[in-house]
């Protein structure tokens, strides 16, 4: 019989390596919602790591009312909304193309979009700028929410077009002697069995948009359109910072992102591994 010890002292490295990453991890979280509960003598005092000698909640409601949290709120909703279901939509029919039909240019368009990964954000504000301009939506939520998609877009075909390649062609083939068409077989076939990767898009595109500020500042400058990331610069003025409203409303911005992604975080690690072996 083998002895044991070995096997021990493997999972005790495991949990020792788990356990360093989940602190890595959480940490940042509980030291932010530390310091939106202090003052700003303490938090200027240079005492990073101590605990507050009594919280103060009244920070959030200072970020609630002051920072016009649910008006930042709001706009933040209807552009992540609108470009989640535009990006599931393109990319699953982009996808759906690129892997179950036979065609001379599918490959090369999946090579278009895979370039599309590699432009930095930075480098199409002017360019953008421009053409928003001449098309005369800049200051509306249509001269952010275009280059959302356009960025996400890419990876989601990624990792859609991988998935649907997985699926077997025994199923469309039963379906299309049934007398189903392509339409159909896309919406009733294709879409059910891609819920996973879809669920993974929808995630990854919901925290990469959430709290995106360099296209929002460059394009929006009407308050009554701003997203949620400009909340913090209402505590910020000529004369005072108030670091411990700016801490609360960071709390309530992160909020939604860290509920949905600990409620859904299995769903993005199947969708991501749902394509790797052939089914």
Same mark, same amino acid.
């Given at each position: 019989m083998k002895p044991r010890s070995k096997f021990s002292i493997g999972k005790a490295l495991v949990f020792i390596l788990f356990?360093?990453?989940?602190?890595?991890?959480? +940490?940042?979280?509980?030291?932010?919602?530390i310091y939106s509960t202090k003052t700003n003598e303490e938090i200027l005092s240079g005492s990073f790591f101590s605990l507050p000698k009594s919280p103060q909640w009244a920070n959030f409601q200072t970020a609630v009312e002051s920072g016009n949290y649910f008006k930042y709120l709001g706009n933040s909703v209807f552009v992540t909304l609108v470009t989640m279901v535009c990006v599931l939509l393109l990319a699953s029919l982009v996808s759906f193309a690129i892997s179950r039909f036979r065609w001379k240019y599918g490959q090369v368009v999946l090579l278009l979009f895979l370039?599309?990964?590699?432009?930095? @954000? =930075?480098?199409?504000?002017?360019?953008?700028?421009? #053409?928003? $301009?001449? @098309?005369?939506i800049l200051n509306t939520h249509a001269s952010i929410i275009l280059p959302y998609i356009a960025f996400q877009t890419p990876v989601a075909v990624f990792i859609l077009?991988?998935?649907?390649? %997985? /699926?077997?062609?025994? /199923?469309?083939? %039963?379906?299309?002697?049934? !007398?189903?068409?392509?339409?159909?077989?896309?919406?009733? #076939?294709i879409l059910p069995v891609s819920v996973p990767p879809m669920m993974t898009v929808m995630i990854l595109t919901f925290i990469n948009i959430w709290n995106e500020?360099?296209?929002?500042?460059?394009?929006?400058?009407?308050?009554?359109?701003?997203?949620?990331?400009?909340?913090? *610069?209402?505590?910020?003025? =000529? +004369?005072?910072? *108030? +670091?411990?409203?700016?801490?609360?409303?960071?709390?309530? &911005?992160?909020?939604?992102?860290?509920?949905? +992604?600990?409620?859904?975080?299995?769903?993005?690690? $199947? !969708?991501?591994?749902? &394509?790797?072996?052939?089914g």
């Amino acid at each position: 019989m083998k002895p044991r010890s070995k096997f021990s002292i493997g999972k005790a490295l495991v949990f020792i390596l788990f356990g360093v990453l989940l602190v890595t991890q959480l +940490y940042p979280l509980l030291w932010l919602l530390i310091y939106s509960t202090k003052t700003n003598e303490e938090i200027l005092s240079g005492s990073f790591f101590s605990l507050p000698k009594s919280p103060q909640w009244a920070n959030f409601q200072t970020a609630v009312e002051s920072g016009n949290y649910f008006k930042y709120l709001g706009n933040s909703v209807f552009v992540t909304l609108v470009t989640m279901v535009c990006v599931l939509l393109l990319a699953s029919l982009v996808s759906f193309a690129i892997s179950r039909f036979r065609w001379k240019y599918g490959q090369v368009v999946l090579l278009l979009f895979l370039i599309g990964m590699m432009i930095p @954000m =930075q480098a199409t504000l002017l360019p953008l700028m421009l #053409i928003f $301009k001449n @098309m005369h939506i800049l200051n509306t939520h249509a001269s952010i929410i275009l280059p959302y998609i356009a960025f996400q877009t890419p990876v989601a075909v990624f990792i859609l077009s991988s998935f649907m390649k %997985s /699926i077997p062609n025994e /199923i469309e083939e %039963s379906a299309i002697v049934d !007398g189903a068409g392509v339409f159909r077989i896309f919406w009733n #076939i294709i879409l059910p069995v891609s819920v996973p990767p879809m669920m993974t898009v929808m995630i990854l595109t919901f925290i990469n948009i959430w709290n995106e500020y360099i296209l929002a500042a460059t394009f929006i400058s009407s308050e009554k359109l701003k997203t949620l990331p400009f909340g913090v *610069n209402s505590f910020v003025s =000529q +004369y005072s910072v *108030n +670091y411990g409203a700016i801490g609360a409303f960071l709390v309530l &911005g992160a909020l939604p992102v860290v509920i949905i +992604y600990f409620l859904l975080a299995d769903k993005i690690t $199947k !969708g991501m591994v749902a &394509g790797a072996v052939k089914g």
